[in-house]
Nanobody, 116 residues
Framework: QVQLVESGGGLVQPGGSLRLSCAAS?????????MGWYRQAPGKQRELVAA???????NYADSVKGRFTISRDNAKNTVYLQMNSLKPEDTAVYYC?????????WGQGTQVTVSS
């Protein structure tokens, strides 16, 4: 059993920052999994925001490049998403994902609302 627990969401004004965390636990070797952050806004499909491989290669959605940074701490079994210069269009539920081969796990999501 693997659990992913997100935290760090909330309400922030445009231009503000938030840092999301996703702590993994259970029967997994965290360091060998690719980790990702996805988001889903009301009425829209879930989309990839950022991902980091076991070798720490990263990729980002064009809409967040230069504003968001994904990182991982394998000693803490945790992946982070630093979000700066937030915009109203970043409002969504953000989900953590871990993936390796046929194994694919999701967290429960954390709400991020960007509004004045």
């Amino acid at each position: 059993q693997v659990q992913l627990v997100e935290s760090g969401g909330g309400l922030v004004q445009p231009g503000g920052s938030l840092r999301l965390s996703c702590a993994a636990s259970g029967r997994m070797i965290f360091s060998i999994y690719a980790m990702g952050w996805y988001r889903q806004a009301p009425g829209k499909q879930r989309e990839l925001v950022a991902a980091i491989t076991s070798g720490r290669r990263t990729n980002y959605a064009d809409s967040v490049k230069g504003r968001f940074t994904i990182s991982r701490d394998n000693a803490k079994n945790t992946v982070y998403l630093q979000m700066n210069s937030l915009k109203p269009e970043d409002t969504a539920v953000y989900y953590c994902n871990s993936r390796r081969d046929e194994y694919d796990y999701w967290g429960q999501g954390t709400q991020v609302t960007v509004s004045s």
